[in-house]
């Protein structure tokens, strides 16, 4: 069972549309972030939310946190190519001693921005 | 900052074979996680370090793996005998402090086993 749902899982657009991505639980997260993987490299981090309700922009990418800090979406406006790769979420538990945190991602969203 | 880096970037093996992924951390990060992806699972947490002590080892998916860090700035990642569900791209990690920090990923090894 995938703690974090992510979708849809694949999404082809053409330039200059909007999207926007999901990123579910039914677990409370401490904070959320995203990442974005292009081929052949590692995830990079995007942004963190922290508090229930919180958005955050970065350029064209708008973040939001959910009230009850279980989901997240992200809103891409006029996608260009450069935007095209994988986007992951991954939420941040708290063990059960308190003290370190575990990170689980979500699948992913392959995004396609074509030109 | 070199960020961090990991080596082999490409492995190919035969089943039974035993494989070792090396990775070293970003300068002055504490935390360490090894991790694998792949299109069905997507990327699953094998183990992190914390201060070069395994905090939790759960991601493990059995005796053939094993991890170590005999530094600050290394660590190893080793399958014997692998097996060719084993084949999948692995990546380390490395943070300030634990999963609260911002994670620096290296960019993988891709081990194939046939």
């Known amino acids: 069972t995938q703690l974090l749902e992510q979708s849809p899982q694949f999404l082809s657009i053409q330039e200059g549309e909007n999207l926007t991505v999901y990123c579910n639980s039914s677990s409370v997260f401490s904070s959320l972030q995203w990442y974005r993987q292009e081929p052949g490299e590692g995830p990079v981090l995007l942004v963190t939310v922290v508090t229930g309700g919180e958005v955050k922009k970065l350029k064209r990418l708008t973040f939001q946190f959910g009230d009850a800090r279980k989901d997240s979406s992200l809103h891409i406006t006029a996608a260009q190519p450069g935007d095209t790769g994988l986007y992951l979420c991954?939420?941040?538990?708290?063990?059960?001693?308190?003290?370190?945190?575990?990170?689980?991602f979500g699948k992913g969203t392959l995004l396609t921005v074509n030109p | 900052d070199a960020g961090v880096i990991q080596s082999p970037r490409h492995e190919v093996t035969e089943m039974g074979q035993e494989v070792t992924l090396r990775c070293k951390l970003i300068s002055g990060h504490n935390s360490l996680f090894w991790y694998r992806q792949t299109m069905m699972r997507g990327l699953e947490l094998l183990i992190y370090f914390n201060n070069n002590v395994p905090i939790d080892d759960s991601g493990m998916p059995e005796d053939r793996f094993s991890a170590k860090m005999p530094n600050a700035s290394f660590s190893t990642l080793k399958i014997q005998p692998s097996e060719p569900r084993d084949s999948a791209v692995y990546f380390c990690?490395?943070?300030?402090?634990?999963?609260?920090?911002?994670?620096?990923f290296g960019n993988g090894t891709r081990l194939t086993v046939t």
């Open positions: 990690a490395s943070s300030l402090r634990g999963g609260r920090s911002p994670l620096h």
């Open positions: 991954a939420g941040l538990l708290p063990n059960s001693g308190g003290s370190n945190y575990k990170l689980t």
